[in-house]
Nanobody, 116 residues
């Protein structure tokens, strides 16, 4: 069955770095655009970064431009989010999403907490 499993979250001090991973299975990963979203309690889930199936299109939310980098390894069916210069306002549950036409899959999320 389809699975998206995020990992790499945790507690980090302001200014620190984390690398999130999202391992996919059960579908043709290389045919899907991938995105990272985040959500804090009481707020809507927001798009952080997205990458097309062939790496030709990459987009970032203004709030993370220059600090976060999305990448993918189609051979490993994995998408990554490198997060540098983390701020307390980056604290959220981070989710990966796969999308192709009307097919959309979500992972279960991984908590990122930025605090001293």
């Amino acid at each position: 069955q389809v699975q998206l499993v995020e990992s790499g979250g945790g507690l980090v001090q302001p200014g620190g770095s984390l690398r999130l991973s999202c391992a996919a299975s059960g579908f043709t990963f290389s045919s899907y655009a991938m995105s990272w979203y985040r959500q804090v309690p009481g707020k809507e889930r927001e798009l952080v970064a997205s990458i097309s199936s062939d790496n030709s299109q990459i987009n970032y939310a203004n709030s993370v431009k220059g600090r976060f980098t999305i990448s993918r390894d189609n051979a490993k069916s994995t998408v990554y989010l490198q997060m540098n210069s983390l701020k307390p306002e980056d604290t959220a549950v981070y989710y990966c999403k796969a999308i192709r036409f009307t097919n959309t899959y979500w992972g279960q999320g991984t908590q990122v907490t930025v605090s001293s």
